[in-house]
Structure formats: C-alpha cells, structure tokens
C-alpha cells in the first residue's frame, strides 16, 4: 500500500497486536515454493519450543560471546516507534529522542551484563531495552554469563536471600570457598567470552552490570579499558539496616561486594527507596531509578476473549501436568504472579484464602460461587529456590486447615510466556502481590 513506509514490517506488528501471533520476518531460498515453505518450517520449529503451548520463542545465546539474541536475534518483528510514542508524553518522547540522537552522534557502544537471559524482572526489563534501543538505532548489546548450579546456590541463597533479610541461619554466611568459587566463576566468563580481543568489553563506552551476579568482573572491565563509563544496576533490595550493623551477615556480604568489586563502579543506581542504598555508597554516586515496564510486550498488551481462553486453557493444561486443579469458566478467581520464592508471601497469600473463605462460608454463600485462588509464575536458571518454595506450598496445601480448600487453590510453575501471564492478570477478579521484599517482576 503506498501509503505504508514499509508493508513487511506493519503487517508484522498487525498480526502482533490483532491475532497475539509471533511474526518473523526471513529471507528464504529454495528453488520452488515449496522449498521455501520448507525452510519456513525449519526455521519455525528451530525457534520455538514445541513442548510447551503458547507457541513460545527459545531464547537464544550466541557460544562465542554469551549475547542474548533478543527478538529471535532480530527476526521477529512486534512493534515500531510509533508505537511506543503513543504510550507516553510527547516531552518524554522528545527527551527520548534526543538522547538517542546523541548517542548515535558519539557512537557509543552499551552492554548490559547479568546473569540469565529469562525469568525475573531484570531479563523483562532487558527484552525490552533491547527491542527499543534497535529501533532507535543505538548500538546496544546484552550478555549472560554461562550458567553453574554451584554459583547459582551463592549468588540466590547468600546473596540475593541474605541482602534481603529473608534468612538469618549462619549457615548462609558467605565463606572463603564460596567466595573462592564465585570469583572463579566471573572471571572465567569474563575471559571466555568477554575479554581481551573477544570484541565485547574492549570496544565498549558504557557498561550496566545488573545486580552482583557478575559483579566481580567490574575490575576485569576497568584493566581492560579504562576510558568505559561502569553503572551498577541494584535491582533487589539490600536491607541497608541489616548492612550497618558490624559483624551481621549482610555487613559482611556489602563489605566483601563493595570493597572488591562494585566501588570500581562509577554509578550505584538503586530503586528510589531510601533503605535499598546501602552503606558506604558516596551520595554523589548515587542515581534513582524505579522498575520500568513495556506496555506492548506480551505482559502488558491488550487481549480480546479469545485469546484470554486460550491461554487459560495453557495454564489447565501446565496445571493438569503438574497435579494441580485448574482455573474453572463458571468462578471467579484471586490470583497471585511471582516467582516461588522466599520473600514473596506465599504462605501469607494461602492463610489469607483460608480466612476469606471461612468469612464468605459464615456469610451462608454457596460453595461453589466462592473464588478460586490462582498462584503461578515463571522460574529462572539462576534461581535453586524455586523448587522448593514450590514443594513447601504443595506441602502447606496438604495440611488439615487447608486441605478442605486445596481443590479450589491452583498452583503451577509456568513456562516462560508473558502473553500467558498477561491473560491469566487479566481475567483475574483480584490481584495480590504479598511479597515481603521487593516485588516488581509483574509491574
């Protein structure tokens, strides 16, 4: 149509936004029409995960540098800049725009380093910086380190768990081997994938290390190249009390992080809340920044009711697989989206469904017309917890006060689809989020 810029790329964000489907766009070869059909075929079952349904695209990491290929390294196609000019102001987007002007005016080069390309607030947030970054035109990259269960256990459970306050059993206090192990680990990422002549850290301007995950490559980063602007990224929430005072775990943990590693750093963004700044911190180092969020990617756009149905016959689907009732057409349902976590209040979520059916049961309601209760959410490789928060719930459901009510409790470990997720908040009577710490994964 003439009066479209480019008709490829705006039927791709119509079948985005109209028909929730994935639309990719290749350049095939064959010979007939039915060898390119063919390698259609091909290049859509390398992309997706056909054990799940949903049709969910696989995340992709390139071996040589341990890049997330976001958006199916560049192929699919979802949205354009028009697009997200319509969910702001016109100042922002100004402001948005200039700064991406200068940015392409310097041509500087950002990385983003953390430690998993799925599950969590981090890697959403990193999906969509990514996505609108390329269509700015600002050269903007994304690496994950290699993953290793043994580290996965420091950084989630003497890490993460204990700058939180979640647990004060010393067993989680940081020791000399865990230490030994963890800065092992960076530094052979740092080596393997992202060092010298590697083309990563050498040709970059501006780094933003999510988290301490990877943390102990900071001072890699400064030996190799000096003239990099180096950002600290502090997602979760450090108890800056607890960090105060001598001798307590997270004191210990803040010390060894922030005296090795993260004071190399020339920024310490955090979440404006006065207690996530930890001590120690230079207040002119100091910069703000809430959690952010994508109003046209699958966790947030708009669904009509089949799309709604279909995705809640995914999730009694995954249910069903995991031993767990599903959602039901005739009830409403209360829902809760989290990771199976420590810090995220699960066990509160289930007494207060207890206490809220006894007060609707002395109410002389019917039974059936109570609510469900629906709590779900996706892992991530970097997080050992999540299966055993999971089995303590199933566990805590198998209880006498909460037996008489588990049919109606439905419980499951999503794959990792945020149109799934989007659904399930939105055909939700209610929504919770009881999380004792933080709590921004579904903003």
């Known amino acids: 149509h003439p009066a479209l810029k480019d008709p490829i790329r705006e039927m791709c964000t119509r079948f985005w936004f109209d028909l929730d489907a994935t639309p990719c766009i290749y350049k095939l070869r064959g010979l007939s029409l039915n060898e390119e059909a063919a390698s259609a075929a091909r290049k859509v079952y390398d992309w997706f995960t056909p054990q799940f349904p949903g049709s969910i695209p696989r995340i992709a990491v390139d071996p040589d540098t341990n890049e997330v290929l976001v958006d199916m390294d560049n192929h699919c196609h979802m949205v354009d800049l028009k697009h997200f000019e319509q969910t702001t102001d016109k100042p922002t987007w100004d402001k948005l725009l200039e700064l991406a002007a200068e940015c392409k005016r310097r041509q500087l080069k950002i990385l983003f380093f953390n430690s998993t390309p799925q599950g969590g607030g981090v890697a959403l947030m990193r999906h969509a910086t990514i996505r609108l970054m390329r269509l700015l035109g600002v050269d903007c990259r994304w690496f994950v380190a290699k993953p290793n269960p043994d580290v996965f256990v420091i950084t989630k459970r003497k890490f993460h768990n204990v700058f939180q306050g979640v647990t004060d059993d010393e067993q989680y206090r940081l020791q000399k081997a865990d230490k030994e192990l963890w800065i092992e680990w960076c530094e052979q990422n740092f080596d393997n994938y992202w060092g010298e002549g ?70 310490f963004i955090s979440h404006p809340v006065a207690g996530f700044i930890p001590p120690r911190v230079p207040h002119a180092k100091v910069a703000l920044m809430p959690a952010a969020t994508d109003e046209l990617d699958g966790l947030n756009k708009k669904m009509n009711a089949t799309d709604l149905e279909y995705y809640r016959r995914v999730f009694n689907r995954c249910a069903e697989d995991q031993g767990s009732p599903g959602i039901s057409t005739e009830r409403p349902y209360v829902i809760q989206i989290a990771r199976f976590d420590p810090a995220k209040g699960i066990p509160d979520v289930i007494e207060s469904y207890r206490l809220f059916r006894e007060r609707l049961a002395a109410t002389g309601m019917d039974a ?44 499951a470990r999503l794959p990792a689809s945020d149109q799934l997720l989007c659904a399930l908040l939105r055909s939700s009577f209610c929504a919770l989020q009881l999380s004792h710490r933080e709590g921004f994964e579904v903003k």
């Open 368 to 411: 059936d017309q109570h609510p469900q209760l629906v709590i779900c959410g996706h892992g991530s490789i970097d997080d050992p917890d999540g299966t055993v928060i999971y089995d303590q719930i199933i566990e805590m459901l198998a209880q006498p006060e909460y037996l008489p009510y588990a049919k109606d409790i439905c419980v």
């Open 198 to 267: 590697k083309g990563v850290v050498d040709n970059a301007d501006v780094i933003i290390m999510d988290d301490p995950q990877v943390s102990a490559i900071i001072p890699r980063i400064r030996k190799l190249n000096p003239a990099a602007r180096i950002l600290y990224r502090s997602h979760i929430e450090i108890r800056a009390d607890l960090a105060s005072v001598a001798g307590s775990m997270q004191h210990d943990l803040w010390d060894f992080l922030w005296g090795g590693f993260i004071n190399k750093s020339d920024l």
